[in-house]
């Protein structure tokens, strides 16, 4: 049985960072695209960071380029989502994703691409 579990939401002033972790088990990931997206109250789910399969290629949405950085751990099958200069418009639940085989953004970037979903984890930033 797959499991995806985040951990690191919290709350913080704008500026702070936070690191999200999501560990995955039942499986291993290593040929599969891992990615974070987050939804906000009365808002559809977004796209926020992904890594591509193939060579780890990292992908981005404009929001949080320069801000956010995406890794993962194959061998302890976990991605993270390191999060610094915090904005209000960053609060949302953030899920992370396990899809599969792509290198192209636009499938990557697609929350129907992905197979397994975690729980979330919620961040709060005031200002």
């Known amino acids: 049985q797959v499991q995806l579990v985040e951990s690191g939401g919290g709350s913080v002033q704008a500026g702070g960072s936070l690191r999200l972790s999501c560990a995955a088990s039942?499986?291993?990931?290593?040929?599969?695209?891992m990615g974070w997206f987050r939804q906000a109250p009365g808002k559809e789910r977004e796209f926020v960071a992904t890594?591509?399969?193939?060579?780890?290629?990292?992908y981005y949405t404009d929001s949080v380029k320069g801000r956010f950085t995406i890794s993962r751990d194959n061998a302890k099958n976990t991605v993270y989502l390191q999060m610094n200069s915090l904005k209000p418009e960053d609060t949302a639940v953030y899920y992370c994703?396990?899809?599969?085989?792509?290198?192209?953004?636009?499938?990557?970037?697609?929350?129907?691409?992905?197979?397994?979903w975690g729980q979330g984890t919620q961040v709060t930033v005031s200002s």
């Open positions: 890594t591509s399969w193939s060579a780890g290629r990292a």
């Open positions: 039942g499986r291993t990931f290593s040929s599969y695209s």
């Open positions: 994703a396990i899809g599969g085989y792509s290198d192209n953004y636009s499938f990557l970037s697609a929350p129907e691409n992905y197979e397994f």
